[in-house]
């Protein structure tokens, strides 16, 4: 009791400056606030026992930016580059061979299971200690094309005030993204406070073995689990074991998840990050083939789902951004 | 820093009394208390950041008895009576007809997989939500065998004290089971204070669809994740992401697992419950068809690891144990 004790004391200290101070008081902050209160203050007929606050973020385009592309694609065009003076054979063979010559729209529509496919092959018969090593690299090291950023630093601010906001009222904050455990582990914990067995996505499948002597787990070219569209509320359940109270998303990857959030009994919180800024980040929805935002828009319209306008409800964007004048 | 400091105090608070009373104060005990102060002392060469101080538990002969039979098997018998009038053809097809017939020899020698595959196909085409109702319904209803007990109470006493234990002082606390995560989820974080996010197991795959409008996982008759032997630094670098610094199992099952947490850098506790008490447990190792114990026995005397004697280690079993005379 003594810890939970000083979380809620931590809590109430905290209410003294808004801990949301990058979002315009709107419509959707005042919704997650409502929320929240529902949900933690005692007696509230919708409180939420502290084990049973499970919010499930999506990555890609809701907490960081996924524009001009995935910046795990990025990381894969990256690595097939460095890789390619040992596989002379790639010059010959797709897909490796249209993004060695720059051509990236072919292996975009095939979205993330084709970026997966690539970095299974290219990789295969690493350890997992070798590739976390190279994605600490990269991921230190290469620069976002527009902004020149690392792209540790093209996170949405609102996001990580909202990220630790939760934390403060007893939530666990898991990630539940499309993209690799792999790729998001090694920083989502410095970047984002999430631990590694709180980021759920999509993964590869390994082999335990000895070498040296030593136990090393090596990397398969075989898909593991898709955590992207249906794939979303399997993997919830799977990893996570209980149905998340709070969803935030962008895309129609992530309309089962909130579809599968929203059906649990009591409050919920669905969110969807709604890209409309083109000015300071971008501004793409339906007709965009990253990140389309189309089904679950329309389903969010006709439940009341909070749809979060970037260019409306947030004050600055990235944590680089100067305040926008309110 | 409020919640960290209140976690230590209330540690501090619990050495006034002996956390863990159904121990002898025997080597094993010793290694399990100098372990934790090596790891979590202010200052220590092999302090162990809370954030990374994973303690892995197998469940199965480690947190609760599995004989005469693995208790998810006791539990796949029972369903299968169950079912058995829906399915008239089980009378002449294996391994049902066997089993049908209480001839359960031929599917334990098939170990865990064996029982997967019964209760996958008997409940193909279930929802998750309908499956956790069973297993709720049994868990509360059936009784063991032998000691006519609910299978809850069949647990360890010296592990649920070693569990609070370790939580006291900030380790997070998985199960990482050959069991199935269906099975164990519903009543571990009753009986053993692990949330289900903290539970790893083996897994069969789920379809997700809309039943009338709502949005359902459906039970597939297909395995997504076998978590033994080579399978469970697999399922811990996948589910988990992070090595443990603690593991504790008692059988050959556990042996990667083992050997595994041990290659981590620094400090760590391998622990093995070795069941050597034929008057209030059981007596096996080497040669027994459950819960095996050869390999990793020997490994574990030859590099140290912690073999806990249940006879000459524990003061009591089972929570319903009279306190053995010290």
Known sequence: MGILFAGFAAAAAAQTVDPLPSWHDSAAKKAVYAFVARVTADGSPDFVPPAERIAAFDNDGTLWSEQPVYFQLAFALDRIKALAPQHPEWKEKEPFASLLKGNVKGVLAGGEPAVFEIMMAAHAGMTTEEFAAIVKDWIATARHPKTGRPYTEMVYQPMLELLAYLRVHGFKTFIVSGGGIEFIRPWAEKVYGIPPEQVVGSSIKTRYE????????????????????????????????????????????????????????????????????????????????????????????????????????????????????P
């Open 210 to 325: 000895l070498r040296d002597g030593r136990p090393v787990l090596v990397r398969l070219p075989e898909m593991d689990f898709y955590d992207d569209n249906v794939g979303k509320p399997s993997g919830i359940h799977s990893r996570i074991g209980r149905r998340p109270v709070m969803a935030f998303g962008n895309s129609d990857g992530d309309h089962q998840m909130f579809q599968w959030a929203a059906a649990g009994g009591g409050a919920r919180l669905i969110g969807i990050v709604h890209h409309t800024d083109a000015e300071r980040e971008w501004a793409y929805d339906r007709a965009s083939a990253i990140g389309r935002l189309d089904k679950a828009l329309d389903e969010a319209n006709a439940r009341g789902w909070t749809v979060v306008s970037m260019k409306d409800d947030w004050k600055r964007i990235f944590p680089f951004d100067p305040p926008k004048a």
